[in-house]
């Protein structure tokens, strides 16, 4: 037990460069307070103490901002970065060495039955504001952009961003064009755009109809 709270203790200093002592990691770091709360929810849930489960689930929210499911499997050194926001389903399962970042959601499409939350796979990255919903797996060594949606299947080894989410990088060679997550595609900017031009080329054109009509007025004259 100890050696496990240890091991979640030492991921906080190899994850993030502002952590100073054990003592600041343990009494200020919400994602760690969040996680040792589920270890004990999810005790609970599995041992069909599902109200009181809930219960120390929704405590732990309260204090930390972060929610998570006491049904939700979490793997080994898993680390959650300012985890404000942060939502994890009930049925979803996630490996080891998986880091997420504020406003995270692993998360569901609808009110389906069964297993309905992501499966996210070792040693992925979760970036900020990104959604991964729906009963799918994010494969070993990925990473999510931040404010990407992701609605299908993510192959071991890929980046991906946008919304919806789609894959840029696969087993290191391009797809597409490789963003990082501070520098995603805005599609509302985007359409922006394009109606802008669109308007631009009707005044164009109405402008150019003037023209004709005053033109073609003088010479009638």
């Not at 789609?166 to 087993?171: E, N």
Request: positive net charge.
């Amino acid at each position: 037990m100890f050696k496990r709270l240890r091991e979640d203790i030492e991921v906080v200093f190899e994850q993030d460069p502002a952590a100073r002592s054990y003592l600041e990691v343990i009494l200020t770091y919400s994602g760690l307070h969040a996680i040792w709360a589920h270890r004990i929810a999810h005790a609970f849930y599995k041992g069909r103490f599902f109200f009181l489960a809930r219960v120390i689930s929704q405590i732990s929210r309260f204090f930390t901002g972060i929610e998570i499911h006491p049904g939700a499997k979490i793997g080994r050194r898993f680390f959650i970065d300012h985890g404000m926001g942060v939502v994890i389903g009930e049925t979803c399962e996630i490996g080891e060495n998986v880091i997420v970042f504020q406003g995270v959601t692993l998360g569901g499409t609808g009110k389906e039955k069964g297993k309905r939350h992501p499966t996210i796979q070792d040693n992925v990255l979760i970036a900020t504001g990104a959604k991964v919903l729906g009963s799918i797996t994010v494969g070993e060594n990925s990473k999510i952009g931040a404010g990407s949606v992701v609605l299908k299947e993510v192959p071991p080894h890929s980046t991906v961003v946008g919304i919806p989410g789609r894959v840029v990088i696969r087993d290191g060679i391009k797809i597409k064009h490789d963003l990082n997550h501070t520098d995603l595609p805005d599609p509302i900017a985007d359409k922006l755009k394009a109606m802008e031009a669109e308007i631009q080329k009707l005044k164009q054109e109405i402008e150019t109809s003037k023209e004709g009509k005053d033109s073609h007025g003088h010479l009638s004259v």
